[in-house]
T-cell receptor, first 113, second 111 residues
């Protein structure tokens, strides 16, 4: 079964609004990563947050991590039509030394102009 | 060119045929991965490799074979393609504890 589960599965907002996506996972992690995928393209890395970090920022992106609840959230502020994409969280489990990343099913974000 | 490349980008094959998808990375990353992406399932890990000659099964390995004789290459073979293997396949590479870099994907259709 997949490590990460994302919520909501789909999100539709107006340009300028904020978008929040949540990710829950099951096991202890080394880090958690967020990726974006534009339609028909490969995944692009957005941000990595380590297990000892609680919050990280990158431009209009803000990621939080709560290891006690095994959850993370991605906030995109002042969204733009170009932010329309699917967003995935991926976990790097600490229980094994395999280096593998397990992905959630993703959140599809639509930003209406 | 630096990066990770997959070939072919598109492939149509018949049921029962053997198909090999290629993946090549130029960074000498230790870890390489194959995922498949299907509607409603997100990305599911097929196989991964921690180094040359070290491979292991992921979540959905049945019907697939991998090899990694060189650090930079990680081919994925469908030994006898089935319609259920119609999917988009992504290769990725990374170093330990860092982000992954993805190829552009191979869209495979089995008819």
């Amino acid at each position: 079964s997949q490590q990460g589960e994302e919520d909501p599965q789909a999100l539709s907002i107006q340009e300028g609004e904020n978008a929040t996506m949540n990710c829950s996972y099951k096991t202890s992690i080394n880090n958690l990563q967020w990726y974006r995928q534009n339609s028909g393209r490969g995944l692009v890395h957005l941000i990595l947050i380590r297990s000892n970090e609680r919050e990280k920022h990158s431009g209009r992106l803000r990621v939080t991590l709560d290891t006690s609840k095994k959850s993370s959230s991605l906030l995109i502020t002042a969204s733009r039509a170009a932010d329309t994409a699917s967003y995935f969280c991926a976990t790097d489990a600490s229980s094994s030394n395999t280096g593998k990343l397990i992905f959630g099913q993703g959140t599809t974000l639509q930003v209406k102009p | 060119d630096a990066g990770i490349t997959q070939s072919p980008r598109y492939k149509i094959t018949e049921t029962g045929r053997q198909v090999t998808l290629m993946c090549h990375q130029t960074w000498s990353h230790s870890y390489m991965f194959w995922y498949r992406q299907d509607l409603g399932h997100g990305l599911r890990l097929i196989y991964y490799s921690a180094a040359a000659d070290i491979t292991d099964k992921g979540e959905v390995p049945d019907g697939y074979v991998v090899s990694r004789s060189k650090t930079e290459n990680f081919p994925l073979t469908l030994e006898s393609a089935t319609r259920s293997q119609t999917s988009v396949y992504f290769c990725a590479s990374r170093d330990r504890y860092t982000e992954a870099f993805f190829g552009q994907g191979t869209r495979l259709t089995v008819v």
